[in-house]
Structure formats: C-alpha cells, structure tokens
C-alpha cells in the first residue's frame, strides 16, 4: 500500500482557498485517495475521497494528477474552524485499515 | 443519526493495572476499529472486528486486545498498563458494504494517562 507524504504545516488566510498537497507517487492502480482531518482534541473527520476524477463535496475538492502521483485538497473558502491537522492516506476500496497508514499530516493554520 | 460514542472520555490508571474501554458505533455500521494516537507515533491501527470476529490486527502486544458484541458494540481492553500507553484511543466505525466501504467514522476518543 502506498505511502503519502505532506508538508508538515501551513498558514491560510481566512476566506482564501487553502490548498493542501500530497504526493503518493507509488499509488497503484486500484488504490484510492482519501484526506481526514483532526480538529484538536477531536477524532479524524473523514472528508473526501477518489480515484482518478476530480471531486467536490460540500467539504472540499480533491484534484488528482493525471499520473496518480499527486493530489491537492482544496477548501475553498477556508475558515477558523477549518484549523486542525490533515491526513491524506492511501487505500485500495477493500483494503482493511492495519495497511493504510496515517502519517504525520499537514497542520493547517487559518489566520483572521 | 449519533455518531461513534466513546466512553469514558478520560481515564487515569496506574501502571500494573488494567483497562476497559468502550465504544458504541454508528446504528447500522458492523466494522469497529480502534487506533492509538501519541504524540510520537501518530495514529497507529490496533485492531478491526466485523461481525463479532477480529477481522485485522495491527502491531502491538497481547496486552491489548478487543471484542465485539451481537450489537456491534465493542470493547478494548489493556493489561498491565506499562507508562507508554498513555495516549488517545480512538474507535471507529464503517459500513460493510457498498461505495462508502472504506470512509471511517471516527469517536471522540478516550484519553488514557497512566501514572
């Protein structure tokens, strides 16, 4: 199963789309995307997934590269609440979870 | 819909002792897992059950172990707690079936310390 790798922090100024990368560039074909986040004290929020396509929710977007080796969490309008730490794992549909690891995430800080 | 129900929320135990924690899932879902999250290893997997049966196993000793009830409900229980298992257990739940398979719920959690 993949391993994905993610800046360790950023900073986003509310109102303005925060961004947050991945890079799984050893993905394979049948495994999915999928981003988390932890607001402090909190469990992980399951936010969205995908394979290939792009996908919006009423969450967030999520921009897959052509390649698979990359993808971009998008919140668009981010805000304070949106503050917490983002996990982007990597997993087949069927893949049990002992596989799938969380790493450290990328802390996103939104700023007012 | 409630979501995963965790209890206790806090816990404090001493080392040598034992522990019980319980988790209720969301009405429908049959898969419970459990996670450990510390500051230094981040979110680890401890164990999944479906159906009353232990389906996975992460890498931790014996002194942790789990079981699940005809309801889904699902207890985890640590044994002579040594000072490193104080951390944030998690539980979390998930449908067995269907285009949300893999999208987990999660708890809010219950924060062991052991003194």
């Known amino acids: 199963d993949a391993k994905t790798t993610q800046p360790p922090s950023m900073d986003c100024a509310e109102g303005r789309a925060a961004n947050l990368p991945c890079n799984h560039s050893t993905i394979s074909g049948n495994e999915y995307v999928y981003w988390y986040r932890q607001i402090h004290s909190q469990g992980p929020q399951y936010i969205i997934h995908g394979l290939k396509n792009n996908e919006t929710n009423e969450m967030a977007s999520l921009i897959i590269t052509e390649d698979r080796k990359s993808s971009t969490l998008i919140l668009p309008h981010a805000t304070l609440r949106d503050t917490a730490v983002y996990y982007c794992i990597a997993g087949g549909r069927e893949t049990s979870y002992d596989k799938v690891i969380f790493g450290p995430g990328t802390s996103l800080s939104v700023i007012p | ?115």
Request: hydrophobic share 25%.
């Open chain 2, 1 to 115: 819909k409630a979501g995963v129900t965790q209890t206790p929320r806090y816990l404090i135990k001493t080392r040598g002792q034992q522990v019980t924690l319980s988790c209720s899932p969301i009405s429908g879902h049959r898969s419970v897992s459990w996670y450990q999250q510390t500051p230094g290893q981040g979110l680890q997997f401890l164990f999944e059950y479906f159906s009353e049966t232990q389906r996975n196993k992460g890498n931790f000793p014996g002194r942790f172990s789990g079981r699940q009830f005809s309801n889904s409900r699902s207890e985890m229980n640590v044994s002579t707690l040594e000072l490193g298992d104080s951390a944030l257990y998690l539980c979390a739940s998930r449908v067995d079936r269907g285009p949300s398979y893999n999208e987990q719920f999660f708890g809010p959690g219950t924060r062991l310390t052991v003194l």
